[in-house]
């Protein structure tokens, strides 16, 4: 069909054209003579201005054409030595199972409805493949990384259409020992089915530790947990001991127990801190009657103990949404030492990061004590005046405050009524919030402010918020680095100010929690993003890195034999690193000695709102034992070293120890993506030949246009050339 694409409007167009053909008529009636001449050149004038109008309007044709695309359907199939244990020998194993699965008519059937997509995992997510080249495949990886498999696949496939996904996995995750990540909300269905089922597995008696959890950096005075995974079976229901020693001295002593049919608990041991330096914690499970497995029941961990630095203090009322997430996301920084204090029954306060019964008095020496406090949702009267004059000097000397609020700190009796009032980056602002979908977005200020730089694309899609409080005027010092977008208009979300020597930031919304269960926060993590941007600007530069510009870390603690860590080093220096610099990973092995490892240039990270330069290298652990590693440097002769970090290589790989499927993990990941855990291969078989993706369309439309053809072009320059030679002909001039 033909369309027109002028901008200009059509009338405008008709009445310019038709001026010009009564201007020629005009021309041509009263000034050329009547003849058959004259004919011919007003026809062919009225021919070009009446082409020319036709140009004008920019006549097209658009041919649309649909097309059907094809959803797709993704397998992941795990490849790892645990798929071919069996409770008895020459029984089918779990590898089997798997391979029957792929083998079953609904292959045949999914490939005719959609894409069939099929990545083997053990380590890692290798490459896409076709069902014929899965069942050419050995089961023979030494470790599972099933959570790792399932964010790569998400990332794979982000915004591309996905019918489901079929996990075919025994559920024995080597790398982590908390089962919290199988809860987590996925894109597209998971279906999955026991790949063993009815076994009955010889239970000799065998405990051991599967994972110990600690910071690996405190403060001095401070108190942390360290928490012990414990797995068996075979005990019979008895209690055993777990013992902690400190520095090869046992300090504490538990009992724990495991059901009498095997299973996981968790122990929890309070640390105090109150010597600066490095202590190596051991967990020692003692060898039980007839076991003979037991270099598993032993694992150690580095702790450094700081002196204070960024000590941050966290006061919340009772525990809420925000608080869950914003305490987790406080505790993984390696930025800040956090003191967390949660209003309890009774209105007694619960800690973390504090050693003794401490309450968050505020005043002049305990805020003394700490770089940055985060008010939650307290109201005028549970903060007090006094503790407000406090916070306002502290502020007012240096400190950094962040004000949270929700629904008591922002009323109408919240923090407007205390002496807050002085540093509230608001004048005024509404108590209620409003309840909806909020989009979210920066402003011009927000780009460019620290708390929000390193990657000005990510910022762009900023997640929705459920809750604002609305009708925000900020102060003449203020700055809205975050604004909503209501239906009366763009409304002020985050404000930040200076206030004396110090800085004040305050959110007027009490669901930045939902970004942690945003569509990317898998990929992307906005809410622990926004957070550790925040705390590098408030924190103070003086006290970020003593003067060490290299700063070190790890992807994970500890690892099996055979099994690769990530080291990764950042320089945090006013400078950028000299062009050619090389930066080497100084790896302590546990028999002292060291070795240097080279480190290659990697993606920049941002750090504190501006990019700085990082460089990585993997490592292999060969042996087992306790590791420590520097970055290290060399610049004009002089060596630049980072801080210490430290890991362990675990004696064994957990592939290799025969135990059963781990079930629950795989139903928990099915249920909570909205999929299904089937009982039997022939179930699963009729579920998916049942299955039936979207059925997908795509337009594609191609436009050509006609005013632009040289046929045209070519008829306008005939028409007035015509014209020109018959008026010369004419003696016309």
Known sequence: MIIYDHIV?????????????????????FFVKRDLAMASM?????LFFLLLGWCLLMPGEKTVQTLQMKSRFVVLLDTSSSMTMTPVENATNRWQVAQSVLQMPWVANMVNKCDLDIYAFAGDLGPRMSSEEATALEADGNSTLLRDALKKTVGRYSGLDVTGCLLLSDGLETREAFKEWSLEKRPFPIFSLPLEKGAIWEEEPDIRIEAVSTPGRVTVGWQSELKVVISGQGTKGQPFPVQLFKDEVMVQQMESQLPESGGSREVLFKLDHQVIGLNTYRVLLPQLPEEKQIDDNESSVVVQVQDAKNRLMYVEGPPRWESKYLSRVLRESKQVSPAIFLKGPKGKFMTYGVSGDVAPDMNATQLSMFKIVILGNLSGEELGAERARALV?????????????????WAKDGFATTPLKELLPASSFSGKALEGTYPVSLTDQGRSHAAFGGDAEFWDKVPSVLSLFHNVKPSAAARVLVESKTSNGPQPMILAQNFGQGKVVAIFSDSLWKWQLSADALKNKPYPRFWHQLLSWLSPQADEMDGKVWDIFLDREECFLGEEIEITARWVGADRPPAGTVVNAEITFPDKRKLPFTMESSMDQAVAGKVVPAYSVKFRGEEPGMFSVMAISETGGQRIESEGAYFSVKPYSPESRPRPPDQETIKAITVNSEGAFYNTAAELNSALVALYPKQLEQEISEYKTYWQRWAIIGMLILLIATEWIIRKFQNLT
Do not use: E, H, Q
Not at 16 to 25: D, M, S
Not at 42 to 46: A, G, P, T, W, Y
Not at 393 to 406: E, H, M, N, T, Y
């Open 9 to 29: 409007p059509t009338v405008a167009i008709v009445m310019g054209v038709l001026t010009a053909l009564c201007a020629t008529f005009a021309s041509y009636w």
């Open 42 to 46: 007003i026809s062919l004038r009225f």
């Open 393 to 409: 000097k502290f502020v007012d000397a240096g400190g950094s405050l962040i004000l949270l609020g929700g629904t008591k700190g």
